[in-house]
Structures are given as C-alpha cells and as structure tokens.
T-cell receptor
Framework: DAKTTQPPSMDCAEGRAANLPCNHSTISGNEYVYWYRQIHSQGPQYIIHGLKNNETNEMASLIITEDRKSSTLILPHATLRDTAVYYCIPSGSARQLTFGSGTQLTVLP | DAGITQSPRHKVTETGTPVTLRCHQTENHRYMYWYRQDPGHGLRLIHYSYGVKDTDKGEVSDGYSVSRSKTEDFLLTLESATSSQTSVYFC?????????????FGEGSWLTVV
C-alpha cells in the first residue's frame, strides 16, 4: 500500500481557500487518490478522487502532480463547517482503504 | 446522504453478551463493509460482502461474524462481546471493489462493552 504524508494540522481563515497537501510517493499506477474528511463524531465523508487528471466537483478541487507523487485538495471558500480531519488515501480497492492520521483543518472566523 | 442507515447508533452492553449491529442501504450497491475505528489505529476492515450470502474476512475479523441475506442489509454480530470491542463501527458501501469505485460511509455505531 502507498504511504502518505500529510501535515498534522492547518489553519485557514473563513472565506479563504484551504490548500491541503499530501505526499504519496509510493503510489502504484492503478491507485486512485481519494480524499475524505471526518467531522468529529461523524462517519468519513467522501470529497473527491482522481487518477491522473485534476478533478473538480461541488465540494473541492484536486490537483495531482504529473509524476503522481503528491496531490493538493483545494476548498475554494472555506467555511466553519469545513473544520474536520482530512484524509488523503491512495487506494487500489476498498479492502486496502487505509486511513492514516490525516490533517486537522481548523477554519477560523 | 449516501443512503446508509446504521442501527443502533449507540449501545452499552455487558461483557459476554451477544450484540448485532445492522447496516441498511438504499443504493442497491453490491459491496458492503464493516470497519471499526479506534484512536491510534485509524479505520480497520472487519468483514466485507460482495453479494448476498457472499462474505469474506478483513484485517480484524476475530470475534466478529457477519451475514447478508438481502442486498440491502449487512449484519455484524459480536457473539460474546469483550471490552476490547468497545469502538465506533462504520458500515460502508460501494458499487465495485476495485480502485475508482467510491466508498460511502454510514454515520457510525458507538458500542461500549462494560
């Protein structure tokens, strides 16, 4: 399984963009990069995933480097409700879905 | 809302008693999973199912059994609960098993074994 490195914590001002980095230098060619978040006492929430190309949905944008060794999740206009732990997960299948320590994002008013 | 309902959401039980957690989905997804989440260990797969009556073990299956008699329901049973099984249990579903198939999680079942 690919190993990931994420900063343990980040702060972001409300209304500003939150950029969450993730290093996954050992990712395999067929592994997608998934991002989930978990708000305290809730289940993990799917945000976005991608293989090679950058992706955007209603929640966020995902930027994957050309060599696929790192990615950045962008929340374009962070709100207080975006305060959560964010997990970057390279995954080949649900049996190998490994949640590491993640990044605690705190959105400040 | 991923169409997943877990029950009960909270339960306190005594050591040695049987406990069954239920996961119900409305998405008609083929794959269903049970995970547990503990501080310092992240999410760990207990059992999963790839169809009615088709199940397999995950990373931490000892002490747990599962059953899936209908597409929409996946039951997790602790035959004789122990204090080490105090945890938060998450059910998840996906349309497929391979990478690229998004996994959606339920809201969790908090189990305390005293």
């Amino acid at each position: 399984d690919a190993k990931t490195t994420q900063p343990p914590s980040m702060d972001c001002a409300e209304g500003r963009a939150a950029n969450l980095p993730c290093n996954h230098s050992t990712i395999s060619g067929n592994e997608y990069v998934y991002w989930y978040r978990q708000i305290h006492s809730q289940g993990p929430q799917y945000i976005i995933h991608g293989l090679k190309n950058n992706e955007t949905n209603e929640m966020a944008s995902l930027i994957i480097t050309e060599d696929r060794k790192s990615s950045t999740l962008i929340l374009p206009h962070a709100t207080l409700r975006d305060t959560a732990v964010y997990y970057c997960i390279p995954s080949g299948s649900a049996r190998q879905l490994t949640f590491g320590s993640g990044t605690q994002l705190t959105v400040l008013p | 809302d991923a169409g997943i309902t877990q029950s009960p959401r909270h339960k306190v039980t005594e050591t040695g008693t049987p406990v069954t957690l239920r996961c119900h989905q409305t998405e008609n997804h083929r794959y269903m999973y049970w995970y547990r989440q503990d501080p310092g260990h992240g999410l760990r797969l207990i059992h999963y199912s790839y169809g009615v009556k088709d199940t397999d073990k995950g990373e931490v299956s000892d002490g747990y059994s599962v059953s899936r008699s209908k597409t929409e329901d996946f039951l997790l049973t602790l035959e004789s609960a122990t204090s080490s099984q105090t945890s938060v249990y998450f059910c998840a579903i996906s349309a497929g098993h391979d990478s690229g198939n998004t996994i959606y999680f339920g809201e969790g079942s908090w189990l305390t074994v005293v």
